[in-house]
């Protein structure tokens, strides 16, 4: 990457048994917002800590804007970061909040008053600077915590997790507010979140995580629509879950047998035929057909999700498939529906342990 600015090198972190982070190379752009997205305990609080040098990593280095910090402390990396709980000082103003980093530096009130200013301009927070954190709403503590990772103008921003105290319209209106800076600012923003949602309206590229590895990295466009493996395959969106037999693989497809179905899927490496397979398909991928269906079955549900549908219908075998679609489709409950979808629309993979 020509733009590089953060690199992690085969970075490495084990607590006891644990493997926090196991050899994660990463490369983040001049003007990135990157998400990190992944569940619980997979590693990216501790993955931030590395970088921000609030822990040191067992083995690999860390470099911003080509220069290994790996060793310096945390105050000389000209880092900012935002973490979830906001962590504000209840007995001080906004504006003291705020100006915290700086004083830290050593830097009068008088010194700092400019700073001050254009960050509160920045976040919105203007007028509100005598305040004390109590009488702030939720969404006005977050742009204090927001101001204080900013007001040293670092060359990075790590936030960890800095939405999810916050009910969902506040949230909607934050990331936009967020996705805001970052451009104004022209620095790398490392968004970490266990919400799919978030990181895909947030970020250009993203992780995915799971156990300490980054399991697969790229633009998010790529991650939704061409999983590199069945985790991410099955960590984003929510996709139906076919398993079955693999009856042939061709030009880089495979020929599914499900319960006395078959169908066409992107197969992945590792597949054969006499093998077993677990076919991913996102609800959106799937639609009605009224010729050349390759399932049939009956509309059992329809739940209104606002600007779409999810239509349960329960094929004749008795499984039941999810399809996202319209919300207006003239389709009543009971009717005979067919279903298809397009072969590169599905993800085929080995099923581990059951071939
Ligand atoms: N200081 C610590 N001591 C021991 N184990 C730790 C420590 N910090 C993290 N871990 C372990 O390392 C793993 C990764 O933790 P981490 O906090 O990085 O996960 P996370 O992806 O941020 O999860 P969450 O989404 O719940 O915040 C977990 O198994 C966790 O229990
Ligand atoms: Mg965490």
Same mark, same amino acid.
């Given at each position: %990457?020509?733009?590089?600015? +953060?690199?992690?090198?085969?970075?490495?972190? !084990?607590?006891?048994?644990?493997?926090?982070?196991?050899?994660?190379?990463?490369?983040?752009?001049?003007?990135?917002?990157?998400?990190?997205? #992944?569940?619980?305990?997979?590693?990216? *609080?501790?993955?931030?800590?590395?970088?921000?040098?609030?822990?040191?990593?067992?083995?690999?280095?860390?470099?911003?804007?080509?220069?290994?910090?790996?060793?310096?402390?945390?105050?000389?990396?000209?880092?900012?970061? &935002?973490?979830? =709980?906001?962590?504000?000082?209840? @007995?001080?103003? &906004?504006?003291?909040?705020?100006?915290?980093?700086?004083?830290?530096? #050593?830097?009068?009130?008088?010194?700092?008053?400019?700073?001050?200013?254009?960050?509160?301009?920045?976040?919105?927070?203007?007028?509100?600077?005598?305040?004390?954190?109590?009488?702030?709403?939720?969404?006005?503590?977050?742009? &204090?915590? +927001?101001?204080?990772?900013?007001?040293?103008?670092?060359?990075?921003?790590?936030?960890?997790?800095?939405?999810?105290?916050?009910?969902?319209?506040?949230?909607?209106? %934050?990331?936009?507010?967020?996705?805001?800076?970052?451009?104004?600012?022209?620095?790398?923003?490392?968004?970490?979140?266990?919400?799919?949602?978030?990181?895909?309206? %947030?970020?250009? !590229?993203?992780?995915?995580?799971?156990?300490?590895?980054?399991?697969?990295?790229?633009?998010?466009?790529?991650?939704? @629509?061409?999983?590199?493996?069945?985790?991410?395959?099955?960590?984003?969106?929510?996709?139906? *879950?076919?398993?079955?037999?693999?009856? #042939?693989?061709?030009?880089?497809?495979?020929?599914?047998?499900? @319960?006395?179905?078959?169908?066409?899927?992107?197969?992945? =490496?590792?597949?054969?035929?006499?093998?077993?397979?677990?076919?991913?398909?996102?609800?959106?991928?799937?639609?009605?057909?009224?010729?050349?269906?390759?399932?049939?079955?009956?509309? !059992?549900?329809?739940?209104?999700?606002?600007?779409?549908?999810?239509?349960?219908?329960?094929?004749?075998?008795?499984?039941?498939?999810?399809?996202?679609?319209?919300?207006? +489709?003239? @389709?009543?409950?009971?009717?005979?529906?067919?279903?298809?979808?397009?072969?590169?629309?599905?993800?085929?993979?080995?099923?581990?342990?059951?071939?």
């Amino acid at each position: %990457m020509s733009d590089c600015m +953060l690199r992690l090198q085969s970075v490495t972190k !084990r607590f006891g048994t644990t493997m926090a982070a196991e050899s994660v190379s990463l490369e983040v752009g001049q003007t990135e917002l990157f998400a990190l997205l #992944g569940p619980s305990g997979s590693g990216k *609080t501790t993955l931030l800590r590395i970088i921000a040098g609030l822990d040191a990593p067992d083995e690999g280095r860390v470099l911003i804007g080509g220069r290994d910090v790996t060793r310096l402390p945390p105050y000389r990396r000209g880092i900012g970061m &935002v973490f979830q =709980d906001f962590l504000l000082f209840p @007995h001080k103003t &906004v504006a003291e909040n705020i100006a915290f980093p700086l004083k830290m530096q #050593g830097k009068s009130r008088a010194e700092t008053a400019d700073d001050l200013k254009w960050v509160s301009q920045l976040v919105r927070l203007t007028g509100l600077e005598e305040r004390y954190p109590h009488e702030l709403s939720g969404g006005q503590k977050q742009r &204090v915590a +927001l101001a204080r990772g900013l007001v040293s103008r670092p060359s990075l921003l790590l936030l960890d997790e800095p939405l999810a105290n916050l009910d969902r319209e506040l949230r909607k209106r %934050m990331e936009v507010e967020i996705r805001r800076f970052q451009l104004e600012l022209g620095i790398p923003f490392i968004y970490v979140t266990h919400n799919q949602e978030e990181a895909l309206t %947030m970020a250009s !590229r993203m992780a995915v995580m799971r156990e300490g590895c980054l399991e697969q990295i790229g633009d998010k466009l790529a991650l939704y @629509h061409r999983p590199a493996t069945a985790f991410v395959a099955a960590f984003l969106g929510s996709p139906n *879950t076919f398993e079955g037999d693999v009856v #042939g693989v061709e030009d880089g497809r495979a020929e599914i047998a499900w @319960h006395g179905h078959r169908f066409w899927s992107r197969a992945h =490496d590792g597949l054969a035929p006499g093998l077993r397979a677990v076919c991913y398909v996102k609800s959106e991928k799937i639609a009605f057909a009224s010729s050349g269906a390759a399932l049939a079955g009956r509309l !059992r549900d329809t739940i209104f999700k606002g600007q779409y549908a999810d239509y349960l219908v329960c094929l004749d075998d008795g499984h039941e498939i999810t399809v996202s679609a319209a919300p207006d +489709l003239c @389709h009543r409950p009971g009717e005979a529906v067919g279903i298809t979808w397009a072969a590169d629309d599905g993800d085929a993979f080995p099923a581990v342990g059951k071939e």
